[in-house]
């Protein structure tokens, strides 16, 4: 599975962005895909995800302001970010893969990665 993510870019804080996951396949049918994130010199850290069924899963720190979405016809999934503060700076990664619900924030349950889309957020 090819992940091609896009979207990001440079934007102040408060204001909005929204990331865009196409997968090229489904390779598995009870498959998840994800966003995870990368500041500068911090581990990679989950985000957001949702499975096939749409139930969705997020990090606490990101509850009220992001939201994930997915368009099954386009094998998309997204990522509206909002109020986004300095501290959301950081490559985003998609991920797609097949973790049951106790390894959704777990990067080793996923598969297949992206390329990583960079988020800049100014103070």
């Known amino acids: 599975v090819q992940l091609q993510a896009s979207g990001g870019g440079l934007v102040q804080a408060g204001d909005s962005l929204r990331l865009s996951c196409a997968a090229s396949?489904?390779?598995?049918?009870?498959?998840?895909m994800a966003w995870f994130r990368q500041a500068p010199g911090k581990e990679r850290e989950f985000v957001a995800a949702?499975?096939?069924?749409?139930?969705?899963f997020y990090e606490d720190t990101v509850k009220g302001r992001f939201t994930i979405a997915r368009d099954s016809a386009k094998n998309t999934i997204y990522l509206q970010m909002n109020n986004l503060e300095p501290e959301d700076t950081a490559v985003y990664y998609c991920?797609?893969?097949?973790?049951?619900?106790?390894?959704?924030?777990?990067?080793?349950?996923?598969?297949?990665w992206g390329q990583g889309t960079l988020v800049t957020v100014s103070s």
């Open positions: 396949e489904r390779r598995f049918s009870n498959y998840c």
């Open positions: 991920a797609y893969g097949a973790p049951i619900n106790s390894q959704i924030k777990e990067r080793s349950a996923y598969v297949y």
């Open positions: 949702i499975r096939y069924s749409r139930h969705t």
